[in-house]
């Protein structure tokens, strides 16, 4: 299991340690052996994730993201008797993937909501649900909006503003950098400029939306549950779900 934080060679934040929520997939993942069972980690970065499921007794494993510079690390870190067990695909989410209706168990997706619009989300979650097999479980991790970088009165004020005018995704913010408090050039060169918080009540209709039913909706403590420390603040830093295909 990873202990720290690793920067991803995408601008797209890190790597994180493992959530609770993480560690639901990877424990789900071990009743996931059958010869024709798929599991998929979108968003993989450098695959500890990936590592963790097929070595909790994973027959197969897609390991997706796009950046091909983190798939050779996968490739590379993995047990010569897993690699058997793995398929990376390269690609932007959701645009990029394209598989088979009710192919896949379980989905795993850590940290990729927050680079997506609102009309991205709703086509990635649709393509989630189409991939799953019925029954199948999606595990969800992002930030929420309650992170201590936004902990400032014009996000505050404009994010109930938003909620107020009825806005779609109040969340999401075209440019991040004039909103957070923390002044840090490394923080910039981490992530796009765009970036997209959730409260979990929006998250849980989206999905609703989409035809998923909610086994699990909760904030996470942050400081718990591998969120990088200068979004530690109120104990809820991270939404963590797990939602049926119905």
Same mark, same amino acid.
């Given at each position: 299991?990873?202990?720290?934080? $690793?920067?991803?060679?995408?601008? $797209?934040?890190?790597?994180? /340690? ?9 424990? *789900?993942?071990?009743?996931?052996? =059958? +010869? ?15 590592? +963790? +499921? ?10 997706? =993201?796009?950046?091909?510079?983190? #798939? %050779?690390?996968?490739? &590379? ?16 989410? @959701?645009? %990029? ?27 990635? #979650? ?7 097999? @019925?029954?199948?479980?999606?595990? !969800? ?9 936004? =902990? ?9 503003? $938003?909620? !107020?005018?009825?806005?779609?995704? @109040? ?20 992530? /796009?400029? +765009? ?9 849980? &209709? ?10 699990? &909706? ?15 603040? %109120?104990?809820?830093? *991270? ?5 049926? $295909?119905?």
């Amino acid at each position: 299991m990873t202990t720290t934080h $690793r920067d991803t060679q995408n601008h $797209r934040g890190v790597m994180h /340690p493992f959530s609770s929520t993480t560690k639901q997939f990877i424990a *789900y993942a071990s009743e996931c052996n =059958d +010869a024709d069972a798929m599991i998929m980690d979108m968003g993989c970065a450098y695959g500890n994730v990936v590592n +963790a +499921a097929l070595n909790a007794g994973a027959n197969h494993i897609i390991a997706c =993201d796009m950046a091909q510079e983190h #798939l %050779d690390v996968v490739k &590379s870190d993995l047990a010569t008797e897993n690699l058997s067990k793995l398929s990376t695909h390269q690609g932007v989410f @959701p645009q %990029d993937y394209s598989f088979n209706h009710s192919s896949v168990q379980a989905i795993h997706a850590s940290h990729i909501l927050e680079f997506l619009n609102g009309s991205e989300l709703m086509a990635g #979650l649709a393509k989630f649900h189409n991939w799953l097999c @019925p029954g199948g479980k999606l595990f !969800i991790v992002c930030y929420s909006i309650f992170i201590k970088e936004l =902990d400032n009165s014009t996000f505050k004020t404009e994010y109930q503003s $938003r909620k !107020i005018s009825n806005v779609a995704w @109040p969340g999401y913010l075209e440019n991040y950098n004039n909103y957070i408090t923390i002044e840090d050039s490394e923080i910039d060169d981490l992530f /796009p400029s +765009a970036f997209h918080l959730y409260e979990k009540e929006i998250l849980e &209709s989206a999905l609703a939306q989409a035809g998923f039913s909610i086994e699990s &909706s909760v904030y996470l403590n942050g400081r718990d549950n591998g969120a990088v420390e200068y979004t530690w603040h %109120d104990g809820r830093e *991270y939404i963590g779900i797990v939602a049926t $295909r119905i």
